[in-house]
């Protein structure tokens, strides 16, 4: 079984651009959570979609949107980019309600901005 | 507010040596799972407890949750450089039905040939 796909993996942008991240869950998988990691503040959960509804939102401003589609995949948005937005987003699908919490990520996506 | 402590943040031994990083809590949890991420990688799922006081072993890895399901453990035997990597632990509060897993800040793990 393939596991989560994120695109692109690397990524570089200006202050006060937009980005959109993509993310393909595990098939069967219906539930997609992202996180930003950055060295300082580690793993800090951004949303959860869970059937095309966001389930479950982090303490994060509105310029971090993001949405799920009838497939499954699921993409973020970051508008009016900042410095401090520089790190790795992370994707992860999960079998809630089956196989309990249990997250499988992908590789991330490492966003530079500058 | 729920939180899921883990210590050591930062640990740096010799191969061959034996380790032990906590990851607590005040919280119960229904399961609590552990993770290793390795750099420029996602957290990779190394295991899930979820009984009370249950032991897991994973080769050289022995994985405990405690009897109170607060608080959990991770032993590493003999330690190889091929451990290095930041080792996450994360929680599913019992008392929570949002689905949403309660992260600890990670060890940082390097084990020096």
């Known amino acids: 079984k393939a596991g989560v796909t994120q695109t692109p993996r690397y990524l570089i942008k200006t202050r006060g651009q937009q980005v959109t991240l993509s993310c393909s869950p595990i098939?069967?998988?219906?539930?997609v959570s992202w996180y930003q990691q950055t060295p300082g503040q580690g793993l800090q959960f951004l949303f959860e979609?869970?059937?095309?509804?966001?389930?479950n939102k982090g303490n994060f401003p509105g310029r971090f949107s993001g949405r799920q589609f009838s497939n499954s995949r699921s993409e973020m948005n970051v508008s009016t980019l900042e410095l401090g937005d520089s790190a790795l987003y992370l994707c992860?699908?999960?079998?809630?309600?089956?196989?309990?919490?249990?997250?499988?990520f992908g590789p991330g996506t490492r966003l530079t901005v500058t | 507010t729920q939180l899921l402590e883990q210590s050591p943040q930062f640990l740096s031994i010799q191969e061959g040596e034996n380790l032990t990083v906590y990851c607590n809590s005040s919280?119960?949890?229904?399961?609590l799972q552990w993770y290793r991420q390795e750099p420029g990688e996602g957290p990779v799922l190394l295991v899930t407890?979820?009984?009370g006081g249950e032991v897991k072993k994973l080769k050289r890895l022995t994985f405990q949750f405690g009897d109170a399901r607060k608080d959990s453990s991770l032993h590493i035997t003999a330690a190889q450089p091929g451990d290095t990597g930041l080792y996450l632990c994360?929680?599913?509060?019992?008392?929570?039905?949002?689905?949403?897993?309660?992260w600890g800040a990670g060890t940082k793990l390097i084990i020096k040939p």
């Open positions: 992860a699908s999960s079998l809630v309600g089956t196989s309990g919490y249990e997250q499988y």
């Open positions: 098939s069967g998988h219906r539930s």
């Open positions: 979609y869970f059937s095309e509804t966001q389930r």
């Open positions: 919280s119960v949890f229904s399961s």
């Open positions: 407890v979820v009984t």
């Open positions: 994360a929680g599913a509060p019992e008392a929570d039905s949002n689905y949403q897993l309660i």
